[in-house]
């Protein structure tokens, strides 16, 4: 019978598989950019995000606080994503000609940056520490599902966006694309199981 928790990576290793996803997509875009690439960029970014977001607070937050509600990194991780929040709706709402787009991306980015290293160095290594493997595993499970719902009505714009986005890295571009494939992939044999 096939298994979920038994393929999907753990909990932790695809928190950090999202960050790295982020600092790429964040190291492809520049202020010269075409405006089309930077605007694609800038998605591509806001969408993970705010998916990472959603799926942290649903999946991943509520056992670290049953486990430790004390942790100071737990208890500002949510107003962090909030104020992450605010800002992509702001750099939604700016155009990619417009100066204010870079300098909202660029405060978005070290916001999120800053977010990355505590769960890094804080979060992740605390989750491993008081949870089993069979544990880490489930919850990535849990969060490959939740996953495949968040994406499914984004999969075509996900793909589009990096397409455009990483188009002056080639290397970039197979990654993102075998990413938004592999997405694409998952959510079309969920749609017909």
Do not use: W
């Not at 996900?158 to 938004?180: M, R």
Request: hydrophobic share 45%; with cysteine; net charge neutral.
């Amino acid at each position: 019978m096939f298994s979920l928790n038994k393929l999907s990576p753990s909990v932790t290793d695809m928190i950090r598989f999202d960050h790295s996803h982020v600092l790429v997509s964040f190291h492809q875009y520049t202020s010269a950019a075409r405006a089309g690439v930077k605007k694609a960029l800038a998605e591509t970014i806001c969408d993970a995000l705010e998916i990472h977001a959603t799926l942290e607070e649903e999946v991943f937050y509520p056992v670290l606080r049953r486990l430790d509600g004390a942790e100071p990194v737990i208890q500002k991780s949510e107003p962090e994503h909030d104020e992450m929040r605010r800002l992509i709706a702001e750099l939604r709402a700016t155009g990619p000609t417009d100066r204010r787009h870079d300098q909202l991306l660029h405060e978005l980015m070290r916001n999120v940056m800053h977010h990355v290293a505590d769960e890094e160095t804080v979060l992740l290594p605390e989750a491993e520490r008081m949870l089993d493997k069979d544990r880490l595993n489930e919850l990535g499970a849990q969060m490959t599902r939740r996953r495949l719902e968040l994406l499914k009505p984004k999969v075509g714009k996900i793909a589009a966006n990096t397409a455009l986005g990483f188009s002056g890295s080639t290397t970039a571009l197979v990654v993102g694309l075998a990413s938004a494939l592999v997405a694409a992939r998952f959510v079309a044999k969920k749609a017909t199981a």
